[in-house]
């Protein structure tokens, strides 16, 4: 029977577009702006939950874009939802599960916003509903994507000097593998032993081109590299991680729980980044960090450069996690030009800040959700009895 007081009255959403500090340059795309989903879900007692569901680099990624994203959810998420107990957030996920194939970063915002409203209505933060947070901080990457070696080190040397970063990863893989691997090398010599230097080569390498490169990186003092070549070459991405003691991590190969473990019955990774939306939600991103945990595999908290909305989700989730052997790279709000919340989420002394108060610890700013809003002002909203 529904509880008639946490029904679930109205889904909205709407899509914001906010510009980027500096071109983010990635093997298959290079953004400016990033492109976010925002669902609210009110319910009938009168709480809110939000969530975000967000991609990068459109299509070019991967299956979905922010219109597919709130199209999913405003055409078939939110009518099998409407009228629903909203404390049933594990009935929402099995019910979506069978009617929506696939839409996993649909699927993880309107997740989201369940978590939210029902931490809201316990009191609680939702780090609480999946078991408390042992962390209130956590190591936080930043992710050096100019293309160009001067302006990256300048950038490294910053962020040491202000204490905001000491984990850097490099976007590469758009050159030839010497070019990437020459790149690499001079940052790393010049950060030397103040920071760690990680690559993200974004599936744009073939596994010849893998082979040169890993070794490459290794000799250059490189510690990790993710996603070196395609998703589904699974024996591939295994050939490196057993030939190298360079650190290979999967990500474009993790979408849920099912992937995490035909990842680790191969033994294609030595890392599992784990993100909340590629996994289809914060309940699914939980199995993939379990099944990485059992197989003994390292642990790195993911982004797919959220703003402080899904940031602040993804860190009620991975404060969860006793050991994060990677740390995270949950820099996506510094990334923006601005901030859409009312209380940015911290960064300081190389580390990202668990946020406080109950739900995903986040309120959004409406001035600015009014001004990035793609639709000004707009709404795709779902209401009972419509």
Known sequence: ?????????????????????????????????????????????????????????????????????????????????????????????????????????????????????????????????????????????????????????????????????????????????????????????????AASVRVDVNTAWSLQDARWGLKGLQDAGCELVEQPVQARYRKAMAELARGYEIAVMADEALNGPEDALAVVAGRAADVFAVKVAQSGGLKRASEVIAIGEAAGLGLYGGTMLETGLGTAAALQLFATVERLHWGTEFFGPLLLTDEILAEPIVYRDFCVETPKGNGIGATLDPDKIAFFRRDGGRTVKAVVGE
Request: charged share 25%.
């Open 1 to 193: 029977m529904v509880n008639s007081v946490t029904k679930i009255d109205q889904i909205e959403t709407m899509i914001l577009d906010v510009p980027t500090i500096r071109g983010h340059v990635l093997s298959m795309a290079t953004m400016r702006t990033q492109t976010a989903v925002l669902v609210k879900i009110r319910f009938a007692d009168g709480s809110e939950g939000i969530g975000e569901g967000t991609t990068i680099g459109g299509l070019s990624y991967g299956a979905e874009s922010p219109e597919s994203i709130q199209s999913a959810i405003a055409t078939y998420i939110s009518p099998a939802l409407l009228g629903r107990d909203g404390n049933d957030v594990n009935g929402a996920i099995q019910l979506i599960g069978r009617l929506v194939k696939g839409n996993r970063i649909a699927k993880a915002a309107v997740e989201i916003a369940l978590w939210d409203g029902l931490g809201k209505r316990l009191g609680v933060p939702v780090s609480q509903l999946f078991g408390g947070a042992v962390h209130e901080k956590l190591p936080v990457a930043w992710t050096l994507a100019s293309g160009n070696s001067d302006t990256d080190i300048a950038e490294a040397e910053e962020m040491i000097e202000t204490r905001r970063h000491n984990i850097f990863k490099l976007k590469i893989g758009k050159r030839s593998v010497r070019e990437d691997v020459a790149h690499v090398a001079r940052i790393k010599k010049a950060v030397g032993d």
